[in-house]
């Protein structure tokens, strides 16, 4: 049915698995359309009480998006991908169904925007998360500005967004950027419990909780600022170099 994810039911759960190991799960624009299309089936169809979103293998969540796909954008191409990922984003986030992320090694770039547009994240003891986006010479470009500040706080944010540093996964508990830290083997167990729990839960009260925490930040125009700014960095000699340079395997020289 897919080309880029695995879904799987498991009774009351569904578990949608990024199946692009040999690239570190390196999100494309297909496959984050993908992740939309089953999350709004399986909100449409309202057969399961939980979502849990992870990566094929233990390596990486999503190790960041595939820059070989976008290194030559220009204003308008970028903006567009901006835009259609990041509506894909808000509408994990304004899902009905709780999704969990079940993050397994690397969540870097947008790899890490996509775990906080779920609802929960629960890590393994090998998870990585940051934003390396200034690296390449833009910010991020689906949502991780306004999300990473919004659950961990401004300065923390700030720190990781300009530094570029990656945390691990005790770090990011502390930070409350995850709920919970267990092994690799307990990962899935644990997020599927999670999920079992709910089942004794209203799910018309668990969606309007959902709704009405949205709604802190609905009206909030910084997701359509990032958008805007992610899509003119795509004009600067910063992006050209720090593209070129992450595709050469070298560091880049920023003048």
């Known amino acids: 049915m897919y080309n880029n994810i695995i879904s799987e039911n498991q009774g009351v759960v569904q578990i ?3 199946n692009r190991e040999e690239k570190l799960n390196a999100l494309n624009v297909e496959l984050i359309q993908e992740i939309g299309q089953e999350v709004a089936r399986l909100n449409k169809e309202m057969t399961v009480r939980g979502i849990i979103l992870t ?25 567009e991908m901006s835009a259609k990922g990041g509506k894909v ?22 790899g890490c925007e996509l775990t906080m547009a779920c609802h929960v994240r629960i890590a393994s003891d090998n998870a990585l ?27 923390r944010a700030l720190d990781m967004l300009i530094t570029a540093k990656s ?3 005790e770090t990011a508990l502390n930070y409350g950027l995850v709920t919970q830290v267990v092994s690799q083997e307990e990962l899935l167990p644990t997020c599927i419990k999670y999920i079992e729990k709910l089942v004794g839960k209203s799910p018309l009260a668990i969606a309007e909780v959902i709704k009405c925490t949205n709604e802190l930040y609905e009206n909030i ?3 359509q600022y990032e ?21 050469e395997k070298r560091k880049p020289d920023y003048t």
Do not use: C, W
């Open 16 to 18: 949608i698995t990024i």
């Open 89 to 110: 984003f808000t509408s994990l986030e304004e899902s009905e169904i709780p999704i969990i992320a079940a993050v397994n090694g690397y969540a870097l770039g947008g």
């Open 227 to 247: 958008i805007d700014s992610f899509a003119r960095s795509f004009q600067t000699a910063d992006f050209k170099e720090g593209t070129t340079a992450f595709l």
């Open 167 to 169: 945390i691990n996964a």
């Open 55 to 79: 990566g094929k293998g233990q390596k990486a969540f999503a190790a960041g998006a595939d820059i070989s796909e976008f290194a030559n954008f220009g204003e308008a191409e970028a903006k």
């Open 129 to 155: 998360f940051g934003q390396p986006e200034v690296n390449l010479g833009v910010p991020p470009g689906y949502g991780g500005t306004q999300r990473l500040a919004q659950i961990i706080g401004r300065g």
């Open 221 to 223: 125009n910084g997701l």
